[in-house]
C-alpha cells in the first residue's frame, strides 16, 4: 500500500503524536508499504517522504503548547495527493481545518481514510473546544472511513467532540529498540557530560517542565522522603526535559539535601540509556494524557520499576495495576509517592514482582502488534471505497 500520514504539527520534533506516526510508519515502511509524511512545517524531519503543507504558528490548548497551521495551499495539496495517489490516509485528529481538514476535502474517491484520535481533554476549555472544532470539521470527518483511538479516554474525547466511535489501538512501541539499550551514567548534552557518582540507587523523571507533568509533585516527594529519612543511601534524583517551570524547579532542587541532577533536553537516541539507568522512572502526571507511551518506554528500557501519576490515560496504560500507580491530588499525595519510591528501592522481592507485571505489559504494545491491528483497519477502510 502507499500510506500518507496526515498530520497538522511539525516532525521537527518528536513529542506524541510524532513518535506514534514515525514508529508506525517505520514498521509498516519495513514491511514494504510505501510511507509518506503530509504535515505541518518541517525542516529537519527523521523520515523520508515527508511533504511540508504549510507553514505552523504556536499556540496553548489542553494544557501544552502545540504548533497550528496556517491555511495550506489547496493547489499543493492536489499536487500531492495526485502525484502519489494513496492507497490509504491516515489523518491525526483532533485536526486542523486549515491543513489536514483541505487535504480529506481533496482525497481522492478510491482513497481509503482512517482518524485516529489522540487527545484527552485536560479541562473545560479543552472540551468545549474540542466540541466546536467537531463543528467546523463535521463535513471533512465525513470522509472518514474508519476511527481509531489510542485509549478508551481518546475514544470518549472522539465521541463527545466528534460524535464517532471507532476501535481502541495503543499507541505503538519499539520495544526491541528501547531493550537494546545499556545503561549510561553521563548524558552528553554537547560538548560536555554531567554525573553523579553511579554509587546508589537511581531515580529518573523524562518531561516537559509544564504544571501537568508533576515535576513539581517529585520535588515534594524528595523533600518529605528527606525529612523521614526514607530512602536508601546514595538515593539521587536525574530530571530530564525542559520546559518553563525548569529554572523554578532548579532553585527548589537547590536546597534539599539529595543530589539533584537537571539534564536538559535529552536527544531521543540518548533516551533509552537514560531509562535504563533508572532503579525507578517516576512520571507524576497530574491530567490531560490520553495515554503513557513514556511509561512504555521506561518499561522497555528495563528501568527497575516504573511508577505513574494515577490520570486516567496512565492508569489505562498500566491496566489498573495499582502499585504502578500513585495518586496526583490530595493532601498525601507526596507522601504516597516518597513512600513508593523507598519502596521500589528497599523491597527487593516487591519490586521484582511489579518489575516482571509491568514487562508483561509489552506485547499488548509492541509497534509489530500495533501494525497488526492498524493494517486490518486499511484494508476496512479500503474495501469500503471499493464497495463505493
Not at 486542523?96 to 482518524?115: K, N, Y
Not at 552528553?188 to 509533585?217: I, M
Not at 522522603?225 to 518553563?244: M, Y
Amino acid at each position: 500500500m502507499r500510506i500518507g500520514f496526515v498530520f497538522d504539527d511539525t516532525l521537527d520534533v518528536l513529542d506524541g503524536v510524532q513518535q506514534h506516526i514515525v514508529t508506525l510508519g517505520q514498521e509498516l515502511a519495513r514491511r514494504g508499504h510505501e510511507v509518506h509524511y503530509l504535515v505541518g512545517e518541517t525542516h529537519d524531519s527523521p523520515v523520508p517522504n515527508t511533504h511540508p503543507m504549510s507553514r505552523n504558528v504556536m499556540v496553548r490548548f489542553n494544557g501544552n503548547r502545540m504548533r497550528i497551521p496556517l491555511p495550506a495551499n489547496t493547489r499543493h495539496i492536489r499536487e500531492v495527493l495526485d502525484e502519489y495517489d494513496f492507497d490509504i490516509l491516515h489523518v491525526q485528529a483532533p485536526y486542523s481545518p486549515f491543513m489536514a481538514a483541505r487535504v480529506l476535502d481533496h482525497a481522492h474517491q478510491r482513497t481509503g481514510v482512517v482518524a485516529t484520535y489522540h487527545i484527552a481533554s485536560a479541562d473545560l476549555a479543552s472540551r468545549i473546544g474540542g466540541r466546536a472544532l467537531g463543528l467546523v470539521n463535521m463535513h471533512s470527518h465525513r470522509r472518514v472511513d474508519e476511527v481509531i483511538a489510542v485509549s478508551q479516554i481518546a475514544a470518549q474525547y472522539a465521541e463527545q467532540t466528534a460524535h464517532v466511535r471507532g476501535v481502541v489501538i495503543p499507541n505503538p512501541v519499539d520495544v526491541d529498540r528501547f531493550a537494546g539499550a545499556s545503561p549510561t551514567h553521563a548524558i552528553v548534552q554537547g560538548d560536555t557530560a554531567s554525573a553523579h557518582s553511579s554509587e546508589g540507587p537511581l531515580a529518573v523523571f523524562l518531561g516537559r517542565f509544564v504544571p501537568r507533568k508533576g515535576a513539581e509533585l517529585l520535588l515534594d516527594a524528595v523533600e518529605y522522603g528527606e525529612e523521614h529519612d526514607l530512602f536508601p543511601r546514595g538515593f539521587h534524583v536525574r530530571f530530564a526535559g525542559k520546559g518553563p517551570l525548569l529554572d523554578e524547579c532548579r532553585e527548589r532542587a537547590s536546597h534539599l539535601r539529595t543530589p539533584i541532577e537537571f539534564l536538559g533536553f535529552v536527544e531521543e537516541e540518548e533516551k533509552p540509556k537514560l531509562l535504563a539507568s533508572a532503579d525507578v522512572a517516576i512520571f507524576p502526571a497530574t491530567g490531560g494524557e490520553s495515554f503513557g507511551i513514556v511509561l512504555l518506554e521506561a518499561i522497555a528500557s528495563n528501568a527497575g520499576v516504573t511508577l505513574a501519576g494515577d490520570n486516567p490515560g496512565y492508569r489505562s496504560t498500566m491496566l489498573d495495576d495499582e502499585d504502578s500507580l500513585f495518586p496526583v491530588s490530595g493532601t498525601d499525595r507526596a507522601r504516597i509517592l516518597a513512600e513508593r519510591i523507598a519502596r521500589a528501592l528497599t523491597d527487593e522481592p516487591w519490586a521484582a514482582d511489579l518489575h516482571a507485571r509491568e514487562a508483561g505489559l509489552l506485547d499488548r504494545y509492541n509497534v509489530r502488534t500495533v501494525t497488526d491491528q492498524v493494517e486490518q483497519v486499511y484494508g476496512q477502510a479500503m474495501a469500503a471505497r471499493h464497495a463505493d
